[in-house]
């Protein structure tokens, strides 16, 4: 019975060991403070006072001698603004930094700014004087913009001594003449009468700004294209004009190519899409962004290495039947494509080099004129090219409908061909000169982009035989002799089965 007593004892202790992660009681939650550096190039040297932004706001100050403070803020009501008075390199500075909660809030000459870009100007003596809400509260609200602005407005100068993406509110601050500290020496940022500031930077002149107007900041939109249809993906920067260097952000456009890069400073900003393989119809626009948002008109890419384009007609829709060709410049080689209804041609594949690019008909090359040939390139940094010609000949569209003889039923997926003749009427058989498409779910067919000329249409589908219904064969013309003449034309069939010619009989 006595050694009973040992696991008894073992199991009574072990339950008494406290468990990893807080088993041994209930720990004191950790108390709730603002601290952070006040400086300006140096520690101020001072006192640090921070509010809240209670009905009746409590007030809370201590002496600095490095710049560090730290406030207990139990029971206190956020957002709370804080002030620094006090001397830095023996000059005596104010400055003020806002806190939405506990947490880190720098008090240094951009938190000033900051805080008096979200204030809209006004005077912080005052916002720290009575900041009970609504006044605090509503500044807070758009600190995070503000900050935003700040950063974008001074992107350049702030790149220049390297800390463009510092928080100079929340982020990481030493008073030891590095980062922001190092800027401080060397830049003086002044607030002066409300909604003004005074920046100087060493061998510059003063350069004085509005807080509200010069400190504004826009957005810049547009939409990018791959071969007419939306291209996600992309990236799109925007940079200040006159360096190239100085980056006011990126976007990579949506699914539906759309992209936007807010907060934008006032200026002349230069938008490049970039996307590895891929070059676009102009490098990069530039524009000018003043007092509202922009839109940029859409970057287009299309397929790399082609040449594509389109062939107007005189009537300015597309023309069908053109051939294009490119013949490479230095080595022969020509490669060629036909305009389709809508006068579009792509010839891909293409390796690096220059082409000259040239519209022709074959089989008529006397009958139509064109605007010349185009000398392209395509290089690395422009894997496409496009190449557009304007011709002397009009064009038409020739459509219409194919329905069953009995019942009138819609027929779909009829083959339609379009043979173009010559002028002794002789069906030619080169690729420009048939168009082919079928019927949709509704019976209906449109060949575009036909010239004047005469032609043969001939529909198809296994099993049924097709004849032209009477609204052209009265005026003598029949399906498979008709002509173009300066207007568009409808040709609506009739489809039987084939058997029914044969009195019911299949296989004859």
Known sequence: MRHSLVPILLITALLLVPGCGGGGGASNPPTPTVSGVAAAGAAIVGTVSLKDSAATPRELSKATSDGSFSFDVTGLTGPFILRATGTAHGVPYTLYSLAEAQGTANINPLSSLVLARASAGADLATVYGAPAAPSLPAISAAMAQALLDVQSTLKPLLQKYGVAAADPIQGAYKADGTGLDRMFDLVQIELGSPGSVTITDTGASPVTSNVVTDFATYAVSGTVTFDGAPFAGVTVSVADAATGTVIYGSSRSAADGSYVVNSV???????????????????NTTLTVATADCQVPVFQSFQPYTVSGTVASANGSGLAGVTVS?????????????????????????PYGSYTVTPSRVYDPGAVGFDGAQVVTISAAGNFARANFTASLASFTVSGNVARLTGGEAMAN???????????????????????????????YSLGGIPNGYYALIPSLAGYGFALLDVIATSGMSADNFSVNGANLILNFSGRPASDANGGVTGL
């Open 265 to 283: 400073a006032r200026g002349s900003v230069t938008v490049t899409p970039t996307l590895p393989g891929y070059s676009f119809d102009r490098t």
């Open 326 to 350: 490119a013949q490479r410049n230095g080595p022969s080689s020509i490669v060629s494509a036909v305009t389709n209804g809508s006068g579009r041609y792509s010839l891909s594949g293409l």
């Open 414 to 444: 009829v083959a339609i061909s379009l043979l173009t003749k010559n002028g002794s009427g002789t069906l030619l058989t080169d690729s420009e000169a048939i168009f082919n498409t079928v019927t949709d779910a509704a019976g209906n």
